[in-house]
């Protein structure tokens, strides 16, 4: 069995000290079920992106702008891999979009402010901005 790689720091601290769930394949399901609207940091398990840390450090900001309306989880490898052969391979790290079962959308990559306010509150209030929306399991 292969071990899992270790989070790079600011995303363990995510974990750590803000809460925020690492979450496996095994209990997406749990969160789908449980509804409400969700971003899922996809950090890049063991890729050792150069963004990963800078959408560590904006994942909390997002989700002070948007008032407690999203919560947020970082995927686990295996969630991870599940996502992004959903997405059709999206860039790492990235952001992903779900309300319930349904995958809205997301979000690769480092951005301007203004692209992630705009896209999540586009994916959120009901305009796709990802080609189609899938669900999840």
């Known amino acids: ?22 979450l ?3 209990a997406a399901g749990d969160i789908a ?17 150069a963004e ?10 997002l989700l002070a ?7 947020a989880a970082v995927a686990a490898p295996d969630l ?7 997405l059709d391979g999206i860039a790492l790290p990235a952001l992903v979009a779900v309300r319930g ?7 690769s990559r480092v951005r301007d402010w203004h692209e992630y306010v705009d896209a999540i509150r586009t994916m959120f209030d009901g305009d ?6 899938t669900a999840i399991q």
Do not use: C, Y
Request: charged content about 20%; hydrophobic content about 40%; proline content about 8%.
């Open 128 to 133: 796709r901005i990802a080609a189609g929306s």
């Open 65 to 71: 702008v948007f008032g407690g309306r999203l919560k």
């Open 52 to 61: 990963t840390a800078d959408v560590a450090v904006i994942l909390p900001e």
């Open 80 to 86: 991870e891999k599940t996502l992004r052969r959903r």
């Open 101 to 107: 079962h349904e995958l809205l959308g997301s979000i």
């Open 1 to 22: 069995m292969a071990e899992t790689p270790a989070l790079p720091p600011l995303v363990a601290r995510l974990t750590a000290e803000r809460g925020i769930p690492l």
């Open 24 to 26: 496996a394949e095994t």
């Open 33 to 49: 079920n449980g509804g409400g609207e969700w971003l899922i940091f996809l950090p890049g398990h063991g890729q050792n992106h």
